[in-house]
């Protein structure tokens, strides 16, 4: 029995394709036959697969259901996390999810999951993204102060929901905890942020993330250990589809 992380799966096998990148990198091409194959390898139906959010690009529960059913033929238990992209699943409805499909998926938001003696916490998260404004060598001179100050809001929402999630945890009993994001801890800008002060402060032994799309995006934020906290991206394009290993 095994706990595996992955994010970012952008299915669209109902709805109309949004993402270009998904048209023009070959990574991409047929992405969805390579992860099947690759988790059908590599998952057994003892294991747990996390997703860390933008599963699908549907704009409802109805425009989801392919993808979602290709999510849950997957072997395995799978938790999903919310990503930014993910319009079927309203923020106060994870109740009625975990209802709609009990035994299925579950869905991790305010609440959390058991794996072992670990408790799987997290919540969608959210940076700073800009726009920035560059010099004429491309450094960073200042920012949209608007959209940063509209940032900070989502931020603290974000924040609450991952502080409640591992409240809900040690009110369960728990000691230790594996954390998951769907945007990064930190932006380009951050060294630390509120998120890396959570996880520090509750004793997360990981924290992993998704969202980061491409090699000029991958080293937007922590990766490798800090502070005894081990950081991952685990975006699907980053693994080429291959789940990450996160617990054996």
């Avoid at 998926?105 to 916490?121: G, M, P, R």
């Avoid at 509750?202 to 080293?219: L, W």
């Amino acid at each position: 029995m095994s706990l595996y992380a992955i994010g970012d799966l952008h299915l669209h096998f109902q709805s109309e394709l949004k993402a270009r990148n998904q048209i023009e990198d070959k990574i991409w091409q047929n992405h969805e036959q390579m992860f099947k194959e690759n988790c059908q390898r590599i998952l057994t139906a003892e294991d747990t697969l996390v997703l860390v959010g933008d599963h699908s690009w549907g704009r409802n529960i109805d425009e989801c259901q392919m993808d979602l059913e290709y999510i849950m033929a997957l072997p395995g238990r799978k938790i999903l996390l919310r990503g930014n992209h993910d319009m079927f699943w309203d923020a106060k409805k994870t109740d009625k999810l975990n209802d709609m499909f009990k035994g299925k998926l579950e869905f991790l938001q305010n609440n959390y999951y058991s794996y072992k003696d670990y408790a799987l916490v997290g919540t969608k998260g959210y940076t700073f993204e800009g726009p920035f404004y560059l010099d004429r060598y491309g450094n960073i001179q200042g920012w949209d102060e608007k959209e940063a100050e509209h940032a900070e809001k989502l931020v603290k929402r974000e924040s609450e929901r991952l502080v409640a999630s591992f409240e809900a945890a040690q009110a369960g009993g728990y000691k230790k905890f594996i954390m998951f994001l769907h945007y990064p801890p930190t932006n380009i800008l951050q060294t630390n942020s509120i998120f890396t002060k959570i996880a520090e402060q509750y004793g997360a032994e990981q924290v992993i993330y998704g969202h980061c799309h491409g090699e000029s995006r991958f080293h937007d934020s922590i990766l490798g250990k800090k502070r005894k906290i081990r950081y991952s991206l685990v975006s699907g394009d980053f693994l080429r589809w291959k789940p990450m290993l996160v617990v054996k």
